[in-house]
């Protein structure tokens, strides 16, 4: 690497690393250290931009996120909510988009997190309560009792996207609460009860595999014996049955299914995540990341929201993507470029072992983070999909904190959080890899 480009990523931590400290609250990280950004301590927000603390190994960084989880367990709903945010300040618990589910989501991946960098199983046992109940909570989002999580639309960390019902993100993340929750009661013990969904994380881990991965099936009987399993466990198997012709395989998972229909686009923090917590076995890991990078995905830097974006007139479009300008074509959540997710990216380069690219996408990320509208080095929150210029909030904390994962990443090899999921992966999630009924073009099981 050249001295410029190590003097360039040099800045780039530092300058993240500032932001960040200045995040910090008595009540966990704020989202944006500007006030006109995004002043409360977010659930999604907080844990994402923990995880940036932990790749940074700061002390203060990561008793912040400590006060994050902590802040989130006191403003628990009495029917297991964590809410979406929390003013430190006042105390206002947000109502715009309160039933986020993915709020519970990282929750309880913030919490495994903690556990994993600090083994202080004391302070696990006083928040266990909360995070049983957090899990209870997900399951209630099950309304069909398949396994999955039902999200309605527009209910996750994409608040203005018509993504719905059987989600992606949601559900990925589901898998890896479910497996970060079995972990924790294993050290909780016998000194309290932990609640046990109906299906476990190898459950959820099969059924995402089954209805959201559509591949090549070069054997009649292995495609009714895929729709019959998807019908046994009351997945929404006539989606697939009846547009096979058009859907016979795509290179990345669906990033929604819903009642005879779906999203056909790539979602790129669905994917990646997919990925980094071993849903995607080595088959579709590579289908996913070749994909994206021929498509250009990060660039002109990483990384868009969805490939490609939803036009006006087409079937998914929604007018209400015109409020503010906020999702026109190539803007926020449809394909704007996200710094957040341009971390995850050089993440998964790094697990899958692609050195070479994940380093060049290091430069290019830490170019993003140097992008401003009014100073350089703004973290803004996200870019235009096609001409790169910032158009969200700047000093974001987690733009800031995924870039350092991202470095720490390229510089280590060690994922926080993900390392520890991996290797909890069950057994059984492993054995269904290695029994898929579809057979691909190269003659091999998925």
Excluded at 35 to 62: C, K
Aim: hydrophobic share 45%; net charge negative; proline share 4%.
């Amino acid at each position: 690497m050249s001295n410029q480009n190590r003097s360039l990523l040099n800045e780039a931590r530092a300058r993240a690393l500032d932001i960040l400290h200045q995040c910090i609250t008595p009540n966990g990280f704020r989202a944006s250290a500007l006030t006109a950004g995004y002043p409360q301590v977010w659930a999604r927000d907080s844990v994402l931009t923990f995880l940036g603390g932990a790749a940074a190994n700061d002390a203060e960084l990561m008793a912040a996120g400590r006060a994050s989880l902590e802040t989130m367990s006191r403003f628990q709903s009495a029917r297991g909510l964590i809410q979406l945010n929390v003013n430190p300040d006042t105390g206002h618990v947000s109502t715009e988009n309160a039933g986020a589910a993915d709020g519970n989501l990282w929750y309880i991946l913030g919490q495994f997190l903690h556990y994993q960098l600090s083994g202080d199983r004391d302070f696990l046992l006083t928040q266990w309560p909360v995070i049983d109940k957090a899990l209870m909570w997900l399951e209630y989002q099950d309304m069909n009792e398949c396994g999955l999580l039902e999200i309605p639309e527009a209910g996750n960390w994409m608040d203005l996207l018509a993504v719905r019902y059987n989600i992606l993100y949601d559900n990925i993340l589901y898998y890896a609460a479910l497996l970060a929750h079995e972990e924790l009661a294993k050290v909780v013990g016998t000194e309290a009860s932990a609640y046990r969904t109906a299906v476990d994380a190898a459950g959820v881990h099969e059924r995402i595999n089954l209805l959201m991965w559509i591949d090549r099936c070069w054997v009649a009987t292995h495609f009714a014996d895929h729709l019959e399993r998807l019908k046994t466990i009351r997945l929404e198997w006539f989606m697939l049955y009846h547009n096979m012709g058009t859907i016979s395989s795509r290179p990345f998972y669906l990033p929604w299914v819903a009642f005879r229909e779906y999203g056909d686009w790539c979602d790129s923090m669905g994917n990646l995540l997919a990925i980094l917590t071993g849903v995607a076995d080595g088959h579709r890991t590579e289908h996913i990341l070749r994909f994206m990078r021929q498509v250009g995905m990060a660039e002109p830097y990483p990384t868009k929201a969805i490939y490609p974006p939803i036009y006006p007139g087409e079937s998914h479009w929604r007018e209400y993507y015109r409020s503010r300008n906020l999702n026109l074509p190539h803007h926020y959540h449809n394909g704007g470029i996200w710094p957040l997710i341009g971390g995850l990216h050089v993440a998964t380069l790094v697990r899958h072992g692609w050195y070479g690219d994940a380093e060049a996408m290091l430069l290019s990320l830490a170019e993003a983070n140097r992008q401003g509208v009014n100073y350089e080095w703004e973290f803004n929150e996200w870019l235009h999909g096609e001409r790169g210029h910032p158009m969200g909030y700047a000093q974001q904390a987690w733009s800031a904190a995924m870039y350092l994962y991202a470095d720490n990443a390229v510089h280590t090899g060690k994922l926080p959080l993900f390392d520890e999921l991996l290797a909890a992966k069950p057994a059984q999630a492993v054995a269904t890899e290695n029994n898929e009924f579809f057979v691909h073009a190269g003659g091999g099981p998925v």
